[in-house]
């Protein structure tokens, strides 16, 4: 007797088991997915929460090998609303990777900086510290410096108002103008090297006062840490002596939201 009732649930759950495949089977693929892209070789698949999302791993593993039928792609990502799965194929046979719901990841801890409030203006203030050196003579002379204006463009160009001031036992000097840069982001490293031009008014204090004009070139890089970034600095112009600062510049309004 209970062979025969062991043999009895073994016909049934094969029965249920051929019938579940068997309704796969007559479903078209495109029944699951409702669009389908390519990003970087991958094969992006958008499939409906409610059905594909709830089929088994060999229902699915039926499905996507009819999907992909005619075709070359050997990474799979599928989309089911909230859920990801990461599917490999490799040598005809496919292989489900990994899967997860984006849920459950704090996508707060991965969020660039982002401006806080209303406006989309991030104003900054910038100090440094360097020294300008005298080309010929390699004298150094210490400098300060001041900037403030405001990141434009995706941050991706500033235009800021400067002042710096340096002076030595021979003489003083000061600077006051406009300038403007251009930066290349390096995500990875949280660096964004610049190039930029500014005009400026350049006053020397010696035995008599004298102020000319000027149109300095800047070079360097920032990395972003914390509210703001570290900046590196070469300036170089027609009328002053070239300089190499180093300074921090601070976003009162940068958040990572």
């Not at 995706?154 to 030595?168: H, L, P, R, T």
């Not at 010696?206 to 970034?229: I, N, R």
């Not at 300036?235 to 300089?243: A, D, E």
């Amino acid at each position: 007797m209970k062979r025969i009732i062991k043999h009895s649930i073994f016909l049934v759950l094969m029965l249920f088991s051929t019938v579940s495949f068997a309704q796969v089977e007559q479903t078209n693929a495109d029944t699951y997915f409702y669009y389908s892209k390519v990003e970087n070789a991958k094969l992006i698949l958008y499939a409906s929460s409610e059905t594909f999302a709830n089929l088994s791993q060999e229902q699915k593993t039926y499905i996507l090998a009819d999907k992909l039928q005619n075709t070359n792609y050997d990474e799979i990502v599928i989309y089911t609303n909230y859920g990801r799965e990461l599917w490999f194929r490799k040598n005809g046979t496919l292989t489900l990777a990994d899967s997860w719901d984006m849920n459950s990841i704090n996508i707060e801890r991965y969020a660039p900086p982002v401006w806080r409030g209303n406006t989309q203006k991030n104003f900054f203030v910038s100090g440094n510290l360097g020294f300008n050196i005298q080309i010929p003579g390699g004298d150094f002379t210490a400098l300060l410096g001041l900037r403030t204006g405001t990141y434009l463009f995706k941050e991706m160009f500033d235009v800021a108002a400067f002042w710096s001031f340096q002076g030595s036992a021979a003489a003083t000097s000061a600077d006051v103008g406009l300038s403007a840069r251009a930066y290349w982001p390096i995500q990875k490293i949280h660096l964004k090297p610049f190039v930029g031009l500014g005009v400026s008014r350049h006053s020397t204090n010696t035995t008599e006062k004298t102020a000319t004009s000027d149109v300095p070139f800047y070079l360097g890089t920032s990395w972003f840490v914390g509210g703001g970034s570290f900046e590196f600095c070469f300036q170089t112009s027609k009328n002053t002596n070239s300089s190499v600062t180093i300074g921090y510049t601070f976003c009162p309004q940068l958040k990572r939201n």
